[in-house]
């Protein structure tokens, strides 16, 4: 069932599914009020005998031989053979009194019983050369000039047929409008699950545009339920197009960066040119740090989806420990103030940030390092500020570029700032340059937080 219902699609479920409660709908609807008008006809029938009970009642008169009714009857039918409407009046088990319109035919009226006195007693019987009939009786007592107490019991038949006809027609009227309702619901539904899938039947059309490459996402003009997927999905395409630009260019990037050494170790393999072996070991090492910088900024990915908090504090203390290790000699004092801030991304790219902000921040100052970090509904705020020499105001949109540096006499590569710059950029921070307290720079990075990035919105 599970696996039936998994290859249906929607427009399917959305159509036959409540074509077939309708069905069940209808037809209890239609059964519910098919016994509701029997009854009710019933309840008509009987209403009907005990008026014509009433009105015999009214124009009898008692002799010798027991009740007497004029010729002229209160509903003419009594007086027509076989009109469907009969009386019968009953004492002690014998026929006193038959209406004209029961002549010939055997009502069964020996076998009555005697009502109650004052009490009717309705059924419905089947009798054999009349059909199906409603009987109702009624017990009397009559008592005469002389106080005498005689017992009748006054029988009126009405034939079925007149009701059942109007039974028919009410079935016939109600099967109509509930196929009426029926197929007005039908298309009322149709209608209403093409305008409910609209949305869907776009986003496929969106999809394919994509795919061919004539649009580049699918847009945002869709409901709340599929705004979100919407957003996620032009977030993994923007994304893949973002990974792919990236590829290009840092493939490019290296290729125009390892030109040069190349060129010069080329050169090295002709005997007619020496070279010094610091030039080669030069040119060796730019072209590792080419390599290894230009790989990770082609492997780089942010996910496109949220990914769950991580603490800082655990990331940074590895750092701090590699990084004091690596600068044993100048004894650095790191200060760390992020409490319990956490990250929203993967650690790998937490790593990259922090580490190369930390690296330079040791690599540049005198003795102290100090770590903060601020968390609010909007952003995550990380800042490291050091005691060295500080970069100039002029040179803070310089030290950003790859390969630039403020103080080229310190060792280096020039492309820390470059790289934490592009992780940023995928996850819709950004980087400021200050002054510290401290004497030295202030790096401060914002990350939105979850629910704000860029593309997720």
Partial sequence: MSGWLTRTSLRHRLLWIPLALLIVFLTLAGVALDRAFLASIERSAEEQLELHVYGLLGVAEHREAGLHFPY???????????????AVVVRGGEVVWRSPSSAGLDLGESGLAMPVAGRFEFERRDLPGVGPVFRLGYGVIWVDA????????????????????????FRATLYLWLGVLGVGMTLASWVLMSWVLRPLSQMVDAVHAVESGSKESLGRNYPPELALVTGRLDAMIEHERELRQRYRTSLDDLAHALKTPLTVLKAGLDPNVPLERALLEEQVDRMDGSVGHHLRRASFMRTSFPAQPLPIGPVLDKLLTALSAAYRDKQVIAQCDVGDSTFEGDER????????????????????????????????????DDDGPGIAPDKRGLVLQRGMRADSAVAGHGIGLAVVVDVLSSYGGELEIGDSTLGGSKILIKLPRRGTHRGLG
Wanted: glycine share 6%; charged share 30%.
């Fill in 72 to 86: 002229d009857l209160p509903d003419a039918r009594f007086g027509q053979p076989r009109s469907g409407l009969y």
């Fill in 146 to 169: 002389e106080r005498r107490e005689t017992p009748y019991a006054l029988n009126v038949f009405a034939s079925e047929a007149r009701f059942l006809a109007e039974v028919q027609g």
């Fill in 349 to 384: 790219d937490l790593m990259e940030l922090l580490g190369n902000l930390l690296e330079n921040a040791f690599k540049y100052c005198k003795q102290r390092v100090r770590v903060s970090a601020k968390v609010d509904e909007e952003a995550l705020s990380l800042w490291v």
